[in-house]
């Protein structure tokens, strides 16, 4: 489905141009959600705007190729993105304080994506739709959030609203580049189990961005490690965790609290007995 | 209704304060309404018989009392040059006045907003160049004398109005309109300049803002982007700046009234405070000033509009 090759992301802001990332490669399948990690400045960013098409800055030069269901999203025509972006390729971002328009109500925010691609589709079923899919992201009292502007909502219900308007035209990849950084550890909680929810349900790929191990290896089945631009691992979840080849990998890991860990190995009981090598080997 | 309740007193009391200082200011300043009719050449018996008529012996505070009274009564007055009740005075020229600041705040919106969404979008283009520096030297151009400069362009040359050619709106609305264009020009092109540059800053830094990456990852436009999301956003310095605009523009509209030869509020009150006709000037100060203060509440309503954030208690 997605197929990101050789892509390199280079800013010519300056006198001299700056790589930002380097010969950045994914292979997406349709429902598969994949983890990208790493820490603050590693290009993981960037790495998910340039998929999502929305670095369009004059003083940037994007080379290689982003295929999304073989049309090269890096040549495409404008208009071309357009029709997907919203449609098959939506996106959620890190601050669901500032990424609502605060002018404007819920509703017709949600309800966004499915006007511009489904014009068709009338004001009442829109809004039967966006009510709908508030609900599916476990939003109480959907009509009233519907109606509520975005400062009368908490960061959480902020952020699953991002959801609902990501989702309601139904996207093939859904890209989240750190959702759940800005908000508490148990909301933060909440909204993965809501993504694996809907990873289930709807069969939306997902690509997860965060500097957070411990919530990457909850959700993901396959994780990409970036440090300084560049691609340092990248395998199963069980491979990467259990025996992470490279010194910054194992760093990594070893950061995760460690009763987190505990927990974590719990979760994965298959791969627990090669996850406690990788772990201890940080400690 | 709290809020309207607060508004409503605050507005009465501003309006006590306003009319009492022009009050004061008349007692303080030199200048003699009963020797301003009578003449320099009259005996000081008549000027004090005069005096004592109009009731301008009477102490400050008492004068200001009665005048109150009468005023709350609907009485404003009567005029000490023309011998005839203030409002039946300054009746027809508030019309002419209001109209002249609506056509130019008018143009001042229609104008400016998409100009600066335009220089905006087009940030560091050809356009925008030229129009920054239009900005620039327009808004150092006080209005009286962009009017003389209109007068000369648009009158003399271009022969498309007749300088001094007022047409009352009575007479023919068409051409009363036509005729108060070229005022209403003079008195908004600094204030279009200002504004058009207030909103491409707002609109600069709101493209910036994490709303505009949601909305082009929904597949919005620019276009979009611009008038659906950002602008409203984008208004909200702007709705400030309009505000002071149209109140300064109430009382602005005077010197612009003297150069286009229109019978507004304007001409009327210079004429009344040479002739030390007190109660006209009184009326019409307290006439402005009741339109600068309906003006301002009116922009606290439409805040609350533009800004949902913003409650009003």
């Keep these: 489905m997605l197929d990101v090759i050789d892509l390199n992301l280079e800013f010519h802001d300056h006198l001299v141009p700056e790589t930002v990332v380097y010969d950045f490669d994914l292979h997406m399948e349709p429902g598969e959600i994949v983890g990208l990690v790493g820490e603050s400045g590693s290009g993981k960013s960037m790495t998910a705007l340039a998929i999502a098409g929305l670095l369009s800055r004059h003083d940037m030069q994007k080379r290689g190729k982003i295929l999304f269901e073989g049309q090269d999203l890096l040549t495409c025509r404008r208009s071309e993105l357009r029709s997907l972006q919203g449609d098959d390729i939506a996106m959620i971002f890190q601050e669901p304080m500032t990424s609502l328009n605060p002018v404007y109500r819920i509703g017709p925010q949600v309800e966004e994506a499915l006007r511009i691609h489904s014009p068709g589709i009338d004001k009442e079923e829109r809004k039967r739709r966006a009510i709908q899919m508030l609900a599916d992201v476990d939003l109480e009292e959907p009509e009233r959030v519907y109606d509520a502007y975005p400062h009368q909502l908490s960061g959480g219900m902020r952020q699953r609203v991002m959801i609902a308007a990501a989702m309601i035209c139904g996207p093939k990849l859904l890209i989240a580049d750190e959702p759940t950084t800005a908000l508490d550890v148990t909301v933060q909680a909440q909204i993965v189990k809501l993504l694996k929810r809907i990873n289930r349900e709807k069969k939306t790929a997902i690509l997860f961005i965060s500097h957070d191990l411990s919530l990457i290896r909850q959700l993901c089945q396959r994780v990409v490690v970036m440090q300084g631009g560049r691609i340092v691992e990248s395998g199963s979840i069980e491979e990467v965790y259990g025996s992470p080849r490279m010194e910054y990998t194992q760093k990594l890991i070893a950061a995760i609290p460690r009763c987190e860990k505990k927990y974590a190995r719990r979760q994965s009981g298959k791969s627990a007995q090669s996850a406690k090598g990788g772990m201890q080997d940080g400690r | ?313």
């Design chain 2, 1 to 313: 209704m709290k809020y309207f309740a607060k508004k409503l007193a605050g507005l009465i009391a501003t309006l006590l304060v306003v009319s009492f200082l022009v009050f004061l200011a008349f007692a303080v300043i030199p200048g003699d309404p009963a020797t301003a009719m009578l003449g320099t050449e009259a005996t000081p018996a008549r000027v004090e018989a005069l005096r004592e008529e109009l009731g301008l012996n009477a102490p400050l505070i008492e004068r200001y009392a009665k005048w109150i009274a009468d005023f709350v009564r609907g009485d404003m007055g009567t005029s000490y040059s023309y011998h005839m009740a203030v409002t039946e005075m300054i009746a027809d020229k508030i019309p002419v006045t209001l109209a002249l600041t609506a056509i130019s705040f008018f143009l001042i919106v229609v104008i400016s907003i998409p100009l600066g969404i335009t220089c905006a979008r087009y940030m560091d283009g050809a356009l925008d160049h030229i129009i920054v520096v239009a900005n620039q030297v327009i808004m150092a151009v006080p209005p009286f004398f962009s009017g003389i400069l209109i007068t000369l362009v648009f009158g003399l040359v271009l022969h498309l109005f007749t300088p001094g050619g007022y047409v009352s709106y009575r007479t023919d609305w068409a051409r009363f309109l036509g005729y108060m264009f070229f005022p209403a020009l003079a008195i908004a092109l600094p204030k279009i300049a200002m504004s058009t540059k207030l909103l491409r800053t707002s609109v600069l830094s709101e493209m910036k803002a994490d709303y505009v990456r949601t909305a082009y990852s929904r597949g919005n436009g620019t276009r979009a982007v611009l008038y659906r999301h950002v602008l409203k956003n984008a208004l909200i310095p702007v709705v400030t700046f309009l505000g002071m605009a149209l109140s300064d523009m109430v009382a602005g509209s005077i010197i612009v009234e003297q150069v286009f030869n229109v019978p507004g509020l304007g001409r009327i009150l210079l004429t009344s405070i040479s002739n030390r006709d007190y109660p006209v000037v009184q009326a019409i100060i307290v006439c402005i000033a009741f339109l600068v203060i309906l003006i301002n509440f009116l922009v606290d309503l439409l805040y609350k509009l533009v800004d949902p954030r913003i409650t009003m208690e």
